[in-house]
């Protein structure tokens, strides 16, 4: 009959090494909770080292598998509470007016349909909740890369003696790395929260199809740093907003294509361990500064592959394409407003730099999401526009084989000789029919 006695328990390796991570976030050691949270990229915040201390008490406890992405919504969501602004309901109002003027203006330059959901105004952590999964579908690959590859670490450093300890609790360090990697991407969500301006800021497909939106305490704040009248930024936004929304309720295939692509890239990143391995040996709990920068700078990420470059070269043509069709899309609809020239600049460079979250974003996944060939793209998109007229181009979006692609970019007339010669192909069936009906009511005998 086995003998459940304390003593027992304590032979356990894996309750041993639970014991050992337990002293440690209790305090029972010299690591210092806050530079632990330091080393994962976490502010210096009494608060949210109380949480991060917590959580991964709860990840100890965890016997499930999988990383706890609702640890990330809560963090994200917490983090943008905390700079929210209640809109005054005038501003609501105004920008409400400003979406349904922007519709009309829709209208008259293309022919893809208004959305059938009506846009929304959200509140920072309202885009947080909405976004969030197709955030953590962006992640969840790097996060088993990061978990396979620290469990692997341990196992092969570990000396003998400690060999059964790591293997039993292997299951709770993929929970502890996984919490932290959770967390550290609710930083980053929440940060990006307050920068964003609408839905299709960032240029990937965030919201769901056929919904459009605005953050309205984002968009005021982007509109008070220019020297243009405030309806007039709200309006140029909210036609951009609108537009990208259409394009991707008419394009079903593309929202589809686009995130799998992006998934597919994130695959096939893997986690130099041999880095990690020699960080994990030179570890100095009192001095994280440099495995905080390993896991904050994306040097644990290595080099792309010439597939992954490839791979990259594609999404960016294609990130390129849809903005640069909202660019000439958005600066027709909007020839009304007297600034937008001068709104339109501002929006590129702003989506060519980045903001400082989506920099963190870049390194904590190794995708940047940048339309590098924006302005090549929008210069194509305004020939095509003038050759073959709104309708034909935007036919363009109908099926994926018809999409241009970055030699059409390069040479828009090699691009326009295909869509002319497929406009004037009807149009010779129609004269042979014509021919063949005149010729059989020439050769009919007459009636008198």
Known sequence: MPDDSPEDDRDNPEDEFRDMLRDFLAGNTSIDPAKLAGAAGLPNDPEMVAQLISQLQSALANSGDGINWGLALEQARGIAGRTTVVSLPAERSQLEQALHVASLWLDEVTEISPLATEPRLMSRQEWVAATMPVWTQLAEPVANSIANSLTEVLTQSAGEELDDMIKG????????????????????????????????????????????????????????????????????????????????????????????????????????????????????????????????????????????????????TMLALIEGWVDVVTAQATTRLPSSAAIAETVRRRRASGGPAESAFATLVGLELRPRRLREAAAMWQQVTDAVGNSARDELWSHPDLVPQGEDIDDPSALIARITATEVQPDDIDRAIEDLLGDDTTDRPHED
């Not at 799998?260 to 990143?269: L, Y």
């Open 169 to 316: 609790a292997s299951q709770m360090m993929r929970n502890v790395g996984g919490t932290l990697f959770a967390m550290q991407l609710g930083q980053v969500v929440g940060q990006l929260s307050s920068e964003v301006v609408s839905g299709g800021d960032i240029g990937i497909p965030l919201m769901e199809t056929d919904q459009a939106a605005l953050i309205p305490q984002n968009a005021i704040a982007f509109g008070a740093g220019l020297d243009i009248p405030i309806d007039q930024v709200e309006l140029y936004l909210a036609v951009r907003e609108l537009a990208h929304a259409r394009l991707f309720k008419h394009a079903k295939w593309l929202r589809l294509q686009l995130l799998t692509s992006i998934t597919e890239f994130a695959r096939g990143i893997h986690i130099d361990t041999e880095r990690l391995e020699q960080l994990a040996s030179d570890f100095d709990p009192n001095n994280p500064e440099e495995l905080r920068e390993a896991m904050t700078s994306g040097a644990l990420i290595p080099p792309k592959s010439p597939e992954q470059l490839a791979a990259l070269e594609r999404l960016e």
